[in-house]
Every structure is written in structure tokens, then in C-alpha cells.
């Protein structure tokens, strides 16, 4: 106990004969650039973090990632899990199954549009163009894959604008045909994954019927079957190997 009180007040006394430290303080102001080549850095910060910023967006409309999220949704739908799996896994999964589907594309981008960037063979501008390009290569695949280009004429008809190829469609058009068209896709497969779930809920629930239990819910009964089903016919595997094949290579 002398100890402690000791050290306090050495440390007291230290405290107050020593000098008084101002705080740092912090500014942030606008200042002229002085060569051309700090407002071009500046600028690509600004675009990075604007990248940044819209990343969730890009990644959900110009990616397999819609479809992939809507099938998982309606196939815990259609178990009738509710929150099981939950969202946080059903997310990660989607998101490594879409960098998994997407590596061709995201290695195309790599080698033909930021590598050449980096070693100053070309602008930034150059760079975009090409990773547009490679993007609308991939939806536009998607699209006459799935023959979903009438949601391209349908959109350019309502725009005003008059196209008769699908490449001739602007970033304005192609990208809502594209999230349009990954939305179909996902609800036909919903529907063919709904298909043998329903037909274990009626077989229940007519056995239940006829075994007079009239007040016990069929889908607590069903609930169990459905998942062992699933589990034997090892569902995990199939649904993840249809998204996979679902997507043109």
C-alpha cells in the first residue's frame, strides 16, 4: 500500500511541474494544385472512392449475384426453414459463388485493362472502356443465353430509342434487361424447387386428413421429411452445380 501512494505521487508531482503539451489540431482545406499532376492523382482518388462507394450496386447488378440470392431465398422459402440458413450465410455464400462464376471475366478485366493501366501502356479512359466492354460482353452472353433480349427491345421501346441488335443497346438499357432477365431466370427455378417440396406437403397432409388428425399443422409434420430428403438426395451440391451450369461459359 506505501508503494502504491508512492508512485502517485511521484506521479503527481511528475504531472504538474511538466510542461504544458498542446493538442494537434486538424485542418481541411482546398488548396490550388501546383502541377498537373496532383489534380490528376487528386481525381483518381475521387473516382476510386466513388468506385468504392457504388461497389455493393455494381457487384449486385452487373454480377450472377442477383440470381443466385433470389434462388436461395425462395428455395428456404420453399423448405419452409424460415431463417434457417441464416442471411449472413446465404449472402457469403452467394458472394463466393459469384467471384467463383465471375473469375473469367474478373481475370480478362485484370490482364487486358489494369495490368496495361499500371504499366502506363494506357490512359484511365482507355481502362474503362475496356472493362465496359468485358462487362457487356458478359450480360449480353446472359441475355441471349436465357433468349431474354426481348427485355432489351421492350426497355429501348419505352426509352425512345431505336436499336435492332442487342449490342447496339447503351448501359442504360442493357443493365436493367440484364437484372430483369437474372430475376426470371431465378423465379423458373424457384418454381421447379417449389415443385417437390409441395408435393411432400400434400402427401402429408393428406395422410393426416385421413388419419383424422385434423388440428395438427401439416407442415410441422412435413418440415422433417423435407429436409431429410433434401439431405439424402444430397441437395446442397445439385442446387449449387445448377446455379454454376445455369451461367454461359
Known amino acids: 500500500m506505501r508503494k502504491i501512494l508512492v508512485f502517485l505521487l511521484i506521479l503527481l508531482s511528475l504531472i504538474s511541474f511538466s510542461q504544458e503539451v498542446p493538442f494537434p489540431s486538424i485542418s481541411i482545406g482546398v488548396r490550388p494544385a501546383e502541377e498537373p499532376e496532383d489534380l490528376v492523382v487528386t481525381l483518381e482518388i475521387l473516382l476510386i472512392l466513388t468506385v468504392l462507394t457504388l461497389a455493393p450496386s455494381i457487384l449486385v447488378l452487373f454480377t450472377s449475384f442477383t440470381r443466385i440470392i433470389v434462388v436461395f431465398s425462395l ?14 450465410v446465404m449472402i457469403g455464400l452467394a458472394l463466393f459463388l459469384t467471384f467463383l462464376i465471375m473469375q473469367p471475366v474478373w481475370n480478362d478485366i485484370y490482364n487486358n485493362a489494369i495490368t496495361p493501366y499500371l504499366e502506363r501502356e494506357i490512359g484511365y479512359q482507355e481502362m474503362f472502356q475496356r472493362i465496359n466492354n468485358r462487362i457487356r460482353e458478359f450480360m449480353i452472353k446472359e441475355l441471349k443465353n436465357h433468349h431474354n433480349e426481348d427485355n ?9 430509342l431505336e436499336i435492332t441488335r442487342v449490342e447496339e443497346a447503351p448501359n442504360s438499357v442493357l443493365i436493367p434487361a440484364f437484372v430483369l432477365g437474372e430475376l426470371e431466370i431465378a423465379f423458373k427455378m424457384g418454381v421447379v424447387l417449389y415443385v417437390p417440396f409441395i408435393v411432400i406437403d400434400m402427401i402429408v397432409a393428406s395422410i393426416l386428413l385421413s388419419m383424422g388428425m385434423i388440428m395438427i399443422p401439416p407442415v410441422f409434420v412435413s418440415l422433417p421429411f423435407k429436409i431429410l430428403i433434401f439431405v439424402m438426395a444430397n441437395g446442397w451440391d445439385l442446387l449449387v452445380e445448377g446455379l454454376i451450369k445455369s451461367f454461359a461459359r
Open 75 to 88: 428455395f428456404r422459402n420453399a423448405l419452409g426453414t424460415r431463417q434457417t440458413p441464416p442471411n449472413q
Open 152 to 160: 432489351v427491345f421492350m426497355l429501348a421501346q419505352n426509352a425512345n
